[in-house]
């Protein structure tokens, strides 16, 4: 008995094994094509990342308030903040320098984005405390009015 469950157990693996997946009725190419952004998206989500911190480190806080969706947030580890609360913060601490890399961005859908990279950040809030030096980034973008907001931001600690 145990010969036979074993021989059709082989039986029906060997038949799965056989099964061929069917081709796609559309067009692949325009799938992937539809998930991409164009260089456009890519280089003004970007641009709006770099310039975030940018803003940030010289205390723009004019530009970095227009750069930002009202409804943004931001979560460091065990403190959100809302778009207010940000800004205060960038004004308050001191950014000596940055540096951004392994920046990818990936569409969500026509109009959300997320851009995700690492940081090395040298800087320090209003009680001297240094910032985690090795952060990895995520940012979400919503596309409003035909333009390009971050809306939440996320770092994570990198320890090495």
């Excluded at 039986?11 to 061929?20: D, G, I």
């Excluded at 940030?56 to 308030?65: P, S, V």
Aim: contains cysteine; positive net charge.
């Amino acid at each position: 008995m145990k010969q036979v469950t074993f021989i059709l157990s082989a039986v029906v693996l060997l038949a799965f094994t056989q099964c061929k997946p069917k081709a796609p009725a559309n067009n692949n190419t325009q799938t992937v094509a539809a998930s991409e952004f164009s260089k456009a998206d890519i280089t003004s989500i970007t641009n709006k990342e770099i310039s975030m911190w940018e803003f940030g480190k010289t205390k723009q806080a004019d530009k970095l308030n227009g750069l930002l969706a009202d409804d943004y947030q931001a979560f460091f580890g065990k403190v959100l903040m809302n778009k207010a609360e940000v800004i205060r913060n960038f004004q308050a601490s001191d950014i000596s320098n940055y540096r951004l890399f392994n920046i990818r961005t990936k569409k969500v859908n026509d109009d959300a984005a997320i851009i995700y990279y690492e940081a090395l950040q040298n800087a320090k809030d209003a009680d001297g405390d240094q910032w985690v030096p090795n952060v990895a980034v995520s940012t979400i973008y919503g596309k409003r009015g035909g333009s390009w907001y971050p809306v939440f931001y996320h770092e994570t600690p990198i320890l090495k």
